[in-house]
């Protein structure tokens, strides 16, 4: 009698165990991501794992004039870039960043975050991103849904801006709003055009400005996967 006694609260608790696993799992299951996370994913940021390395020119045109070009080579995996901006080349790990790289670092956060904003939504843990409302494009004026970030007034290379970002309902940003120092003005309005995939990776390679004489844009971009296993 006693071994049987046993054994049903060995069962119980077994029993107890397996109802509180499946519990969480389907808490787990219908918890809903965050609209950084699903503007990110849609964007292939759950391929972002398997990148190691990143390879893109940055340069912004103005009517017919080509503008200064910064060509990269950023591994992530490594936090090491490359930097060959005309005849000077810059080679550094980022968490080493001293007096003769900073400025190069500052050029490398600003074209990186130009580049795979998406990600930076997800990345950037610390900013502020308000609950998602139906808004104006500034550009198109098409009605899209509307979410901003704002940065810290401390740290980083450029505290306390925000951003407005627009994106339609598959969450594909469309086109944005800088506004320097979270000022109420805008400072600068672009889109996000000829979207490509770069190994699941999907970047807009054109952001125009209204009237279409002022684009920047990317290059010789490509997405390296690590083969590893």
Not at 13 to 26: F, G, P, Q, Y
Not at 111 to 137: G, R
Not at 159 to 177: F, L, Q, S, V
Not at 190 to 204: L, Q, V, Y
Request: aromatic share 12%; proline share 2%; net charge neutral.
């Amino acid at each position: 009698m006693k071994s049987l006694h046993l054994a049903l609260i060995c069962l119980l608790l077994v029993s107890s165990c397996k109802s509180d696993k499946e519990e969480k799992t389907i808490v787990e299951a219908k918890k809903e991501l965050s609209i950084a996370k699903k503007i990110a994913n849609a964007h292939g940021f759950e391929n972002w794992k398997n990148v190691s390395e990143v390879k893109f020119t940055f340069q912004v045109d103005k009517d017919t004039i080509k503008g200064k070009r910064r060509t990269w080579t950023w591994f992530p995996k490594k936090d090491k870039v490359l930097l060959k901006d005309n005849d000077t080349t810059y080679n550094y790990i980022r968490s080493q960043v001293d007096s003769t790289t900073i400025a190069a670092d500052k050029s490398f956060i600003n074209d990186k975050f130009w580049l795979l904003i998406p990600f930076q939504l997800a990345w950037d843990t610390s900013a502020d991103i308000t609950e998602s409302k139906k808004a104006e494009a500034p550009i198109s004026k098409e009605e899209l849904n509307m979410i901003t970030l704002t940065y810290s007034n401390e740290g980083g290379y450029t505290p306390g801006d925000a951003y407005d970002i627009y994106y339609n309902d598959n969450y594909i940003i469309k086109e944005w709003t800088y506004r320097k120092g979270n000022s109420e003005a805008p400072s600068l309005s672009t889109t996000f055009e000829n979207i490509k995939d770069f190994n699941g990776i999907k970047i807009a390679t054109d952001h125009k400005q209204e009237g279409g004489n002022w684009n920047l844009n990317f290059t010789d971009v490509s997405i390296t996967l690590d083969t590893k296993k």
